[in-house]
């Protein structure tokens, strides 16, 4: 076949001279292409070296090569290291900075060739050099910024981000994968993966079935108990990635992995919480249905005269216990309501001078049946508000009811009714056991009651729905007590003023 070649050429051989060789070569601009002697002396000179080093062939040819090479290759020895190798081993290749005319710099790709006569002595050197300046620049640029992306993930500290090879092993490890996993880097690079998961879920080929899910949808996500390095669990977030070089190769996964035991655990309670406002909810509704007929034959039975004191004493009492156990569970529907936000309001200008004589009325007989003392301050110019008027007398009525009901007998109580700035104040002080001040905070939480006295009968529900109902109403309270004994605690409405209607 071989043979053969020299025949098939398109060109005969002796149509290409030397001549033509030489204007080829002096031709290229794209790269500097010159011949040296065997000592590095330049003997030729072709239009892209003129171009790329800026020397016309009468500078230079002549000079030794050794003039492009900057100062510490210089010293280096670089160049007739080049050249020994060159001969030694028929070519040499390198990258590097060398010098134009101008002293500027370019980043260079040279490969110089030993050239020898039939009888193999060495005449001289051919020298090619590109100049691969942008090239460089943009390998720089890419270096760079793949420096950075990679100390950016290996900083993210709340993230685990590494990479798993396509059979699943840890190639890379960042802050946060240490900081979640409690791994440094050197103990678990090229350890397996499943390593993060508790034995049943290795057991179940779980982990592996992930990479492949992975693998056939681009990416997966999971949640699930992983384990760190001690062997405790957290609850994990977790999406796997797979990953492809330009050609569509699978090359590995990028895991991210976030530690979501807390938020879970938030969940549960919200849910938890979720599912006990609607158990009472649907519990004050089962409860409240009966009272309503029974209601009536009490009313029923206080119209009738009854020959037997026995008899109207227990109607009494059933009467007075039902008044109390429709307040409890009228106040377990009103949570209910508030909470899922079915509550409206009826808003109206109300005069709230009303509205403390009305509640003042209704919890009179409880501050009578304890023998309080009872002092009240109205301000003189009318107060009015934007309110739902039942909602008001709820709210004035039970914080006098608190006061009547925790101020031992023979206790004195205050209401008064002023003006502050743009807004009314109610304020009902007492001179009960008070508040210690570690309470203080809490008692406006559901419920919540300080010590739980069965003679008061309460469900730590009525200041919880007296401060929802006053933000409804778009004012706030506050309670305030030492928390002595015999000093009391005052409690304070402010709601919004507003002017008095005209008629
Ligand atoms: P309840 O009265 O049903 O227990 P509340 O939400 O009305 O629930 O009150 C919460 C707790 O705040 C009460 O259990 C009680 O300990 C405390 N408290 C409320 N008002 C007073 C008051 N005037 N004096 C002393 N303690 C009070």
Redo the contacts with the bound molecule.
């Keep these: 076949m071989q043979t053969n070649s020299q025949a098939t050429l398109p060109v005969p051989a002796d149509h290409v001279d030397d001549a033509m060789f030489r204007l080829m070569v002096d031709a290229v601009t794209d790269y500097a292409i010159f011949l040296l002697d065997v000592d590095g002396h330049i003997r030729s000179w072709n239009a892209g070296a003129q171009r790329i080093k800026g020397y016309a062939p009468e500078d230079i040819i002549g000079r030794h090569f050794s003039i492009f090479y900057p100062e510490e290759l210089l010293a280096d020895d670089l160049p007739a290291r080049e050249l020994r190798i060159a001969s030694a081993e028929g070519r040499f290749e390198d990258e590097g900075w060398r010098l134009r005319k101008d002293g500027s710099r370019f980043w260079a790709n040279v490969v110089i060739t030993a050239l020898r006569d039939r009888d193999g002595r060495l005449v001289g050197f051919s020298k090619i050099t590109r100049d691969v300046s942008e090239r460089r620049e943009y390998e720089e640029l890419l270096r760079r910024s793949e420096e950075r992306f990679r100390l950016l993930v290996e900083g993210v500290r709340d993230y685990a981000i590494f990479m798993l090879d396509p059979q699943g092993n840890i190639a890379s490890w960042n802050a946060g994968a240490q900081q979640t996993k409690g791994y440094a880097a050197e103990e678990i690079i090229g350890r397996h993966f499943s390593t993060f998961y508790p034995p049943d879920v290795i057991a179940s080929g779980w982990p592996q079935r992930e990479l492949e899910l992975a693998l056939a949808h681009g990416s997966f996500e999971d949640e699930g108990w992983r384990l760190r390095k001690d062997g405790s669990r957290f609850w994990a977030g977790v999406v796997i990635t797979a990953l492809r070089d330009h050609e569509g190769r699978h090359i590995g996964f990028a895991k991210l992995t976030r530690d979501l035991t807390e938020r879970r655990r938030v969940r549960t309670l919200e849910d938890e919480g979720r599912r006990i406002t609607t158990f009472v909810a649907m519990l004050g509704h089962e409860l409240r249905n009966p009272l309503a007929p029974i209601m009536n034959a009490v009313s029923i039975m206080q119209l009738e005269h009854l020959e037997s004191a026995r008899l109207r004493m227990c109607r009494d009492i059933i009467a007075r216990q039902l008044q109390h156990m429709v307040r409890l569970i009228d106040d377990l529907l009103d949570v209910g309501r508030i909470t899922s936000g079915k509550i409206t309001l009826d808003l109206q200008p109300v005069p709230l001078a009303e509205i403390v004589t009305d509640a003042i009325e209704m919890v009179q007989p409880l501050i009578e049946q304890h023998r309080h003392a009872l002092s009240v301050t109205l301000d003189e110019a009318p107060v009015w508000v934007m309110g739902d008027r039942a909602r008001l007398l709820q709210v004035v009525s039970?914080?006098l009811n608190?006061?009547a009901?925790?101020?031992p007998a023979r206790g004195r109580i205050e209401v008064a009714l002023r003006r502050s700035d743009a807004h009314a104040e109610v304020s009902i002080r007492?001179n009960?056991?008070?508040?210690a001040p570690q309470?203080l905070k809490d008692?406006f939480n559901l419920f919540?009651?300080?010590?739980?006295r069965p003679d008061?009968g309460?469900?730590?529900?009525?200041?919880?729905l007296?401060q929802q109902l006053v933000t409804l109403h778009r004012g706030e309270i506050s309670a305030f007590?030492s928390g002595e004994p015999g000093k009391?605690?005052e409690?304070v409405v402010r709601l919004p003023l507003i002017a008095a209607p005209a008629d």
């Design positions: 039970n914080l608190n006061a009901k925790y101020t007492d009960g056991p008070g508040i309470h008692i919540v009651q300080v010590e739980h008061t309460g469900l730590g529900l009525g200041l919880s007296v007590s009391g605690s409690f």
